[in-house]
C-alpha cells in the first residue's frame, strides 16, 4: 500500500491511496478457499467445488466484497500512518478499480484542530447557594398533605360541597343510544378538581348519598371515537357516597408514609428537594457564566463537517422554511457547541478525567429512586437504548471537567433567599436570552417531581 498527502487545505486533508493487484488477488485468492467450504452447487460435492467454478458465478460480488473489506482496512491504516486525528466519517472517492488493477482511490479527512488553552486563572463566576424559608417549606408540606388526603363519610343526609369526594355509578347516552365506555361503576370524583369532564363536578353539588341526578356533559374534543368528539352527552348518575375531607395530621405517623423517619426529617427532606431544584436552574447559570468566558478566550478552527452534522441534529425536525428562517443563527449556536466540546474535552483529557460504567450505573440508580413508580421504565429505557447511556456517560464527563474548572477559576460563593433565585433564574430565562451553550453534549436525563419525599 502507497500512500501519499495529495493536498492539505485548513483541517482538510486528501490523502491519495494505492493498493497492488497482486495482494487484492491474494485477497481474492484467500476468499475463495473460504467460500469453497460453504458454496453448494450442484454436480459438486460439498467443499469441493474449484474457485474457478465459483468466481465465475459470483465473480463481481466476491470481489466488491473484497475490495470493501480491504478500503476499511487501508483507509485506517493510512490514517494511522499519516497520524491525522478524524474528525467524523472520511470520504473515499475511487479513482481506479477493477479485477486486474490497482486499486486508486482517495481519502478526503477532516482532521481535528490542535487546541491549545489558556490558563482559566483570570476567569471569574458566581456560584449561588439557596437558603429555603420556612414558609416554603410549610407551604409544600401542607401541599403534600392536600396531595395524600384522606376522605371520611358524610351523614346520609348531608349534600356534597366543592372539596368532596363523591362515589358514583353511570350509565351515558348521546341522541338517546349507549356507547363504549358509556357505564361507569365505582366512579370516584374529587369536587373541584374538574378531571372528568368540564363542568361535570358542578353539576355534583348538593348531592346525597343515594340521590339520583341527571347531568349533562359534552365528551372531549380528542375522545378516542371520533363520532363520540364534542358529543352532547347525557348522564344519568346513582350516588353510592359522599365523603368529606379529613384533615391530615402533620405528626411523625404521616411523616412515616411519605418514606421519612419524622416529620423533622420530612421537612429536611422537602428543603432539599426544593433546594436541588434551585441548584439545578442556579447551576446552569453559573456553568453558562464560565462556558462564554471559555469560549470568547478561545480560538478554534472548526471543521465543516462537524458543523454540518451538528446542524442537521439541531434542525432534523424543523420545516424546511423555518431552517432557512434561522439558519444564520443555528450555524452560529453549532459552531459555538462544537468549539466549546472541543475546548472541554482537551481539558478533560489533559487531567485525565474519565467516567466509569459504575459511575453510569450510580448515576441510573439515582434516576429510578427519584421516579418513584417509573422504576422499571426507566431502566428498560437504558436497557433498550445504549446510546442513552453513552450521552449519559458524555453528560457526566462535562460535569467532572466543568467541576474541576470551577476550582481553577475565581469562583465567589453567594447566599440568596427563594425571592432572589427566582429573580436570577426568571432573567437568565428571558427570551433571546441563548442557553444553549450549556448543552455541549446530549443528555438523556429525564427528571420528575414526586409527591412522594423519599431520601436519594
Known amino acids: 500500500m502507497k500512500v501519499e498527502v495529495k493536498s492539505k487545505k485548513g483541517l482538510r486533508t486528501i490523502l491519495s491511496v494505492i493498493v497492488d493487484k497482486k495482494n487484492i488477488q491474494t485477497k481474492m485468492n484467500e476468499r475463495l478457499k473460504e467460500l469453497q467450504k460453504e458454496v453448494v452447487l450442484k454436480g459438486f460435492r460439498p467443499g469441493?467445488?474449484?474457485?474457478?467454478?465459483?468466481?465465475s458465478q459470483f465473480g463481481k460480488s466476491i470481489y466488491g466484497e473484497v475490495v470493501d473489506k480491504i478500503l476499511r482496512e487501508t483507509t485506517t491504516k493510512a490514517i494511522d500512518e499519516k497520524k491525522l486525528k478524524v474528525a467524523g466519517q472520511p470520504k473515499i472517492?475511487?479513482?481506479?478499480?477493477?479485477?486486474?488493477?490497482?486499486l486508486n482511490y482517495e481519502l478526503q479527512i477532516d482532521c481535528l484542530p490542535s487546541v491549545i488553552l489558556k490558563s482559566f486563572d483570570k476567569f471569574k463566576a458566581t456560584s449561588f447557594k439557596v437558603k429555603i424559608e420556612g414558609k416554603i417549606i410549610e407551604e409544600k408540606l401542607s401541599e403534600i398533605a392536600n396531595q395524600n388526603k384522606k376522605f371520611e363519610d358524610k351523614n346520609e343526609n348531608e349534600k356534597a360541597i366543592r372539596g368532596d369526594q363523591v362515589t358514583f355509578d353511570y350509565s351515558a347516552t348521546v341522541d338517546g343510544n349507549k356507547f363504549e365506555g358509556s357505564e361507569g361503576k365505582g366512579v370516584q370524583l374529587e369536587l373541584g378538581k374538574d378531571l372528568f369532564l368540564k363542568g361535570f363536578d358542578d353539576q355534583l353539588i348538593g348531592s346525597k348519598k343515594n340521590d339520583t341526578k341527571i347531568?349533562?356533559?359534552?365528551?372531549?374534543?380528542?375522545?378516542?371515537?371520533?363520532?363520540?368528539?364534542n358529543k352532547k352527552t347525557n348522564f344519568v348518575c346513582k350516588i353510592l357516597n359522599v365523603k368529606k375531607p379529613k384533615a391530615s395530621k402533620l405528626d411523625d405517623d404521616f411523616a412515616k408514609l411519605m418514606g421519612a423517619k419524622d416529620i423533622n426529617d420530612l421537612k429536611y427532606l422537602i428543603e432539599k428537594q426544593i433546594s436541588g431544584q434551585y441548584s439545578q436552574a442556579l447551576n446552569?447559570?453559573?456553568?453558562?457564566?464560565?462556558?462564554?468566558?471559555i469560549e470568547k478566550n478561545h480560538q478554534v478552527e472548526l471543521p465543516q463537517?462537524?458543523?454540518?452534522?451538528?446542524i442537521s441534529i439541531m434542525t432534523q425536525n424543523l420545516k424546511p422554511e423555518d431552517k432557512e428562517k434561522h439558519k444564520s443563527n443555528n450555524e452560529k449556536l453549532a459552531k459555538s457547541r462544537i468549539k466549546l466540546g472541543l475546548l472541554l474535552n482537551e481539558y478533560g483529557e489533559k487531567n485525565n478525567l474519565k467516567v466509569s460504567d459504575d459511575e453510569v450505573k450510580n448515576e441510573i440508580q439515582k434516576?429510578?429512586?427519584?421516579?418513584?413508580?417509573?422504576e422499571k421504565m426507566v431502566l428498560e429505557y437504558y436497557q433498550k437504548n445504549p446510546s442513552a447511556s453513552q450521552s449519559l456517560k458524555g453528560s457526566l464527563y462535562e460535569e467532572k471537567?466543568?467541576?474541576?474548572?470551577?476550582?481553577?477559576?475565581?469562583?465567589?460563593?453567594?447566599?440568596?433567599?427563594t425571592k432572589e433565585a427566582e429573580k436570577i433564574i426568571g432573567e437568565f430565562?428571558?427570551?433571546?436570552?441563548?442557553?444553549?451553550?450549556?448543552?455541549?453534549?446530549?443528555?438523556?436525563?429525564?427528571?420528575?417531581?414526586?409527591?412522594?419525599?423519599s431520601k436519594k
Do not use: C, W, Y
Open 48 to 55: 469441493r467445488v474449484p474457485p474457478e467454478v465459483i468466481k
Open 93 to 102: 472517492d475511487l479513482k481506479q478499480f477493477g479485477e486486474g488493477k490497482d
Open 215 to 229: 347531568l349533562d356533559a359534552t365528551l372531549p374534543a380528542n375522545h378516542p371515537k371520533k363520532e363520540l368528539a
Open 284 to 293: 446552569s447559570i453559573t456553568k453558562k457564566e464560565i462556558l462564554d468566558q
Open 305 to 310: 463537517n462537524l458543523i454540518d452534522q451538528e
Open 367 to 374: 434516576q429510578i429512586k427519584g421516579m418513584p413508580g417509573q
Open 401 to 417: 471537567i466543568i467541576e474541576l474548572i470551577k476550582t481553577k477559576i475565581n469562583l465567589t460563593s453567594k447566599e440568596i433567599n
Open 429 to 453: 430565562n428571558k427570551p433571546n436570552v441563548n442557553t444553549e451553550k450549556s448543552k455541549t453534549t446530549s443528555s438523556a436525563k429525564n427528571k420528575s417531581k414526586s409527591k412522594k419525599i
